[in-house]
């Protein structure tokens, strides 16, 4: 069952506070999306520190599509192996691209043994149109009915039910296309009505709902 928070963009009480200062809380990684580099997270790490989380985040490479998607997945699970102790749960937070390469780390490569949380932002989990304006790899990947979203797709409620799984998007985002393509059949739906694909992980009702999700 998916359990869906509909929020303006406006403030309301139900999105104020973040944290609840009895969760223990895991360090938070970022994965970022095509074209992206850490930097893209600078609000979203600053803003999370402020309240208290450890934050990690990495540059993959390529960033650009040109490799295909199970590589840059690769390139998180040699990351979380390198800086955490195998014992240490961590929260994973996916922003565009970044989401569906996060999904391959936890339904491919044993991430759901070591991720507590995941929060899916903004990305085409059941494809996008905009990925035919490009023939590199890693944009194939992400067309609708492509063979890797087909193969993340036939498991991945299943899969993913082991984690707390949380989708944010926005229904006015122009690069996932259509924007209901960030739907999943499964954990919480946060919708937020944020302008562009790149302002969700920078708008202070979206900060608040993930807050939220990580302190669930």
């Known amino acids: 069952m998916v359990s869906k928070i509909f929020q303006s ?3 309301s009480p139900n999105s104020q506070g973040s944290a609840n200062g009895s969760i223990e809380r895991n360090p938070v990684v970022l ?3 095509i074209n992206d580099t850490t930097r893209v997270f600078q609000t979203l790490e600053l803003w999370l520190r402020s309240q208290g989380w450890d934050v990690h985040s990495f540059n993959m490479t390529p960033n650009n599509g040109s490799s295909c ?3 840059l ?3 998180v699970e040699s990351y979380i192996q390198k800086n955490f102790a195998p014992e240490q749960k961590i929260d994973l937070l996916g922003f565009s691209m970044g989401g569906v390469i996060s999904r391959y780390y936890l339904q491919r490569l044993g991430g759901v043994h070591r991720v507590d949380r995941f929060i899916s932002i903004a990305a085409p989990n059941q494809g996008t149109q905009t990925a035919y304006l490009s023939q590199l790899l890693g944009c194939t990947q992400m067309r609708p009915n492509s063979e890797f979203l087909t193969d993340l797709n036939r498991d991945g409620a299943e899969i993913l039910n082991q984690v707390k799984f949380t989708s944010i998007w926005s229904p006015l985002d122009l690069m996932i296309v259509p924007a209901q393509s960030s739907k999943m059949p499964l954990g919480s739906e946060v919708i937020i009505p944020v302008a562009f694909h790149g302002w969700i ?4 009702q979206v900060l608040k709902a993930i807050a939220i999700a990580l302190s669930s």
């Open 69 to 71: 998607l199970t590589a």
């Open 9 to 11: 963009s406006q403030n």
């Open 201 to 204: 992980i920078k708008d202070l």
């Open 73 to 75: 997945a690769t390139q």
């Open 31 to 33: 994965v970022h999306g």
